[in-house]
């Protein structure tokens, strides 16, 4: 069964602490990774996608890796509005018609002053 | 340009009663999905459409979940029977092609069924 999981379930940091978010899959057949922040009482919100092994993106204070079993969301002296949940999702080759994302259950990061 | 809106917001149902949730999604999307995600967890899927067709809808929980989007364009996410269990956020996304795109997600409709 395809699985997602991510790791740690929560991330305490003091401000300018910098850290890595985990996401491993197992998988038959990877067609895409992707970064979400999630904000309490709002949709996620995208922030990156990653497509094959090797592949790095940036963004501010954020990096994302992938290597063919994880990926991983560098965070750079992180400041306070970067707390937030944290959601990786992975996108199969279902061999159907179907482009569902499976979603891990997040790290809830905090960033302290 | 407008993102994916979703509404109610909220919505309180006494168990038993029947909810609809509306999906806006982004001009032009062809795709769409509708995710539900319980609090303290990732949204789990429940059906996707590409255009007015209904192409998976594996992930629906039981009978008492419908979606439809009949114009290829904004969705309805109906809810018969509502039951306690069936309390959570449900969110809708959208994307602009059929493979590999990204989803771009609404504010989500929080349920609480009393």
């Known amino acids: 069964e395809d699985q997602v999981t991510q790791s740690p379930e929560a991330l305490r940091l003091q401000e300018g602490e910098s850290s890595s978010l985990n996401c491993s899959y197992t998988?038959?057949?990877?067609?895409?990774l992707f970064w979400y922040r999630q904000d309490p009482g709002k949709g996620p919100e995208f922030l990156f996608t990653l497509y094959s092994a090797g592949e790095e993106k940036e963004k501010e204070r954020l990096k994302a890796t992938l290597t063919k079993k994880e990926s991983f969301l560098h965070i750079t002296a992180p400041k306070p509005e970067d707390s937030a949940t944290y959601l990786c999702a992975v996108q199969f080759h279902y061999g159907g018609a179907t482009n569902k994302l499976i979603f891990g259950t997040g790290t809830l990061l905090a960033v302290q002053p | 340009g407008a993102g994916v809106s979703q509404s109610p917001r909220y919505k309180v149902a006494k168990r038993g009663q029947d909810v609809a949730l509306r999906c806006d999604p982004i001009s032009g999307h062809v795709s769409l999905f509708w995710y539900q995600q319980a609090l303290g967890q990732g949204p789990e899927f429940l059906t996707y459409f590409q255009n007015e067709a209904q192409l998976d809808k594996s992930g629906l929980p039981s009978d008492r979940f419908f979606a439809e989007r009949p114009e290829g364009s904004v969705s309805t996410l109906k809810i018969q029977r509502t039951q306690q269990e069936d309390s959570a956020v449900y969110l809708c996304?959208?994307?602009?092609?059929?493979?590999?795109?990204?989803?771009?997600f609404g504010p989500g409709t929080r349920l609480l069924v009393l």
């Open positions: 996304a959208s994307s602009r092609g059929r493979t590999k795109e990204t989803q771009y």
């Open positions: 998988v038959s057949g990877l067609r895409g």
